[in-house]
Every structure is written in structure tokens, then in C-alpha cells.
């Protein structure tokens, strides 16, 4: 199986209009996968658009760092960028990284200030 582009993967706490906010934000994006970590303890997505995303289920917070690793064990894409729930990508956000990782090949992390 092929590796995709670009997948990101975002962190859930406790607001659904800001997850929202953000997936409407990653629609724009060129992005094949979104992994939504739920880090939530008393989580309900019910509510939230995610037709075009994955959530991941951890049995209670697991943190940030832990649930990166976990996020990462999962995406299958070639570069992979980690993002807050309330981080709203502007549109052409994730292009100009995947063209700054293909004009620079010897680097092997991108990020954006």
C-alpha cells in the first residue's frame, strides 16, 4: 500500500465548536487523513462534523506527547503534522509545508511560526 502525502493529526479535549472549527479549517487543506486523538474524559462528538476523520479512542487523557505517539502508530502518509484543536489553519497551510519538505530534502522536520 502507498504511502499518502500528508496526514494530520489533532488533539480533542473538551470543546466540539472549536474541534469543528478546526475540521472545517483541515477540509480546506490537501491533507488525505485526519486522526482526531479524544483525549476527552467525558467526550461527545455526537455533535461534531467528522465525516472525513478518524477518532481515536484512548481509555482516559493520555496526554499530549503519548497521544502523538499514539496518532503517529496509526498514520500511514509520508510526512505527518501534529495540530491543537484550536489551531485554525489558514488555507494553502499545509501545501506550503509539504513544498518547503520537497525543495529540502536533507531536512527531516518542518514546522511553521
Given at each position: 500500500?502507498?504511502?499518502?502525502?500528508?496526514?494530520?493529526?489533532?488533539?480533542?479535549?473538551s470543546?466540539?465548536?472549536?474541534?469543528?472549527?478546526c475540521?472545517?479549517?483541515?477540509?480546506?487543506?490537501?491533507?488525505?487523513?485526519?486522526?482526531?486523538?479524544?483525549?476527552?474524559?467525558?467526550?461527545?462528538?455526537?455533535?461534531?462534523?467528522?465525516?472525513?476523520?478518524?477518532?481515536?479512542?484512548?481509555?482516559?487523557?493520555?496526554?499530549?506527547?503519548?497521544?502523538?505517539?499514539?496518532?503517529?502508530?496509526?498514520?500511514?502518509?509520508?510526512?505527518?503534522?501534529?495540530?491543537?484543536?484550536?489551531?485554525?489553519?489558514?488555507?494553502?497551510?499545509?501545501?506550503?509545508?509539504l513544498?518547503?519538505?520537497?525543495?529540502?530534502?536533507?531536512?527531516?522536520?518542518?514546522?511553521?511560526?
Open positions: 500500500m502507498a504511502l499518502s502525502k500528508a496526514g494530520i493529526i489533532a488533539f480533542y479535549t470543546k466540539p465548536a472549536t474541534l469543528d472549527h475540521i472545517m479549517c483541515l477540509e480546506k487543506q490537501s491533507a488525505q487523513r485526519v486522526l482526531i486523538v479524544d483525549n476527552s474524559e467525558e467526550a461527545d462528538l455526537s455533535t461534531t462534523d467528522l465525516a472525513n476523520a478518524e477518532i481515536l479512542h484512548p481509555s482516559e487523557n493520555i496526554g499530549f506527547g503519548v497521544g502523538a505517539n499514539l496518532g503517529i502508530t496509526k498514520a500511514d502518509s509520508e510526512f505527518t503534522q501534529l495540530l491543537n484543536p484550536d489551531a485554525f489553519p489558514e488555507l494553502g497551510w499545509l501545501d506550503t509545508l513544498n518547503a519538505a520537497d525543495a529540502n530534502p536533507q531536512c527531516a522536520a518542518f514546522g511553521c511560526v
